[in-house]
């Protein structure tokens, strides 16, 4: 029988053994979720560690330390390096046939609101332009209106002195 059975027979004999029941507080301690959340927290980081050092000490972390002749610890972190480079490089592969036609659809849509805003910058050029006709017109209209309401009021002010003129005449006359 080889090693591998053997570790396979330790794993299922570990798995097999009934975890130990949690323990109730004891009087003196807080039974709140803060001092449970704070035993878990040391057992969790605990958990985390040991299965890191599962991969860090794995056979294959093992055999790349061997061929390159590094330590087991740069080993697993250019194991980790190689499998970053393994998934980029597929996703980038992967991606290499849809990316073009992504660029391509984002070229166009750009080119498009670039055009509108070209177009709506022109229309907002015009609408300007005909606004500012109509401030000189207008311009030139309050002007005429000034000299109509001068020439109104001139010729108001001479009827009136007419008018009264003629009044006084009358009460001279009938007095």
């Known amino acids: 029988m080889g090693a591998l059975p053997v570790r396979a027979e330790r794993r299922f004999a570990a798995d097999q053994q009934p975890h130990s029941a949690p ?3 004891s009087p003196g301690q807080a039974s709140g979720r803060g001092s449970e959340s704070a035993r878990r927290s040391p057992e969790a980081a605990g958990k985390e560690k040991n299965q890191t050092e599962q991969f860090k000490r794995s ?3 093992m055999l790349l330390a061997r061929l390159t002749g590094l330590s087991p610890e740069h080993a697993y972190w ?3 390096l190689i499998n970053f480079g393994v998934i980029a490089a597929a996703v980038i592969w ?3 046939s849809r990316l073009p ?3 391509r659809n984002r070229t166009i849509s750009i080119q498009k609101a670039m055009a509108e805003a ?3 910058s022109q229309e907002a050029k015009q609408r300007l332009a005909e606004i500012e006709a109509r401030l000189s017109k207008l311009d030139v209209e309050i002007g005429e209106m000034r000299a109509a309401a001068e020439k109104d009021a001139a010729a108001e002010e001479a009827r009136i002195k007419v008018a009264s003129e003629e009044d006084a005449r009358k009460i001279i ?3």
Do not use: N, Y
């Open 78 to 80: 250019l194991a980790v």
């Open 94 to 96: 992967l991606s290499r």
């Open 173 to 175: 006359e009938s007095a």
């Open 101 to 103: 036609g992504v660029f």
């Open 23 to 25: 323990q109730e507080p």
């Open 118 to 120: 070209q177009k709506a």
């Open 59 to 61: 056979s294959s972390v």
